[in-house]
C-alpha cells in the first residue's frame, strides 16, 4: 500500500511538473500604441488561462490583485507549435478569439480579429515581475 501511495504521489508531482514547463507560461510585458500591460500565463488542467497584473491605456489604470476578476484569457489550447482556441475578454464580456505563437523563449505573437480587422500584438517575457 505504501508503495502504491508513493507511486501515485511520484506521478502526480511528475505531471505537474511536466505541465508547467510549457513555455508559454510566464508573466509577459505588452506595450503597444494603445496601452501597456503585464499579463500572466497559467497552466490549469491542460489549458492555458491569462491574468491582468497592470493595465494602463493612458485613460483608464488597473492593477490586478489575484482575484478571479483578474483574469481575462481563457481556454487556451497547444496544438503544435501555435496555442488556439483562446478567447481574450473585455470589461463589457466580449471576447476577441486568439492564437498564439512562441516566437523564441521570450517573444510571444498574440494574433486576434479586432472589429472584423486582423491585430497582431507581440509580447516579450518578463524575467523581474514577482
Known amino acids: 500500500m505504501k508503495q502504491l501511495l508513493l507511486i501515485i504521489f511520484s ?3 511528475f505531471t505537474s511538473s511536466a505541465q508547467n514547463n ?14 501597456q500591460a503585464i499579463y500572466e500565463i497559467v497552466d490549469y488542467k491542460g489549458k492555458f488561462f491569462g491574468k ?3 493595465y ?8 490586478g490583485s489575484n ?10 489550447e497547444k496544438k503544435g507549435e501555435k496555442y488556439i482556441n483562446g478567447k481574450m475578454y ?16 521570450n517573444t510571444l505573437e498574440v494574433l486576434m480579429t479586432v472589429e472584423g480587422q486582423p491585430y497582431k500584438e507581440v509580447w516579450k517575457r518578463n524575467t523581474k515581475y514577482k
Open 11 to 13: 506521478l502526480t508531482i
Open 22 to 35: 510549457d513555455k508559454i507560461v510566464g508573466v509577459w510585458d505588452v506595450k503597444t500604441d494603445y496601452y
Open 52 to 54: 491582468i497584473h497592470y
Open 56 to 63: 494602463n491605456d493612458g485613460t483608464s489604470e488597473y492593477k
Open 67 to 76: 482575484k478571479k476578476e483578474d483574469y481575462f484569457l481563457t481556454d487556451i
Open 90 to 105: 473585455l470589461p463589457d464580456g466580449s471576447f476577441y478569439k486568439v492564437i498564439f505563437t512562441l516566437k523564441n523563449d
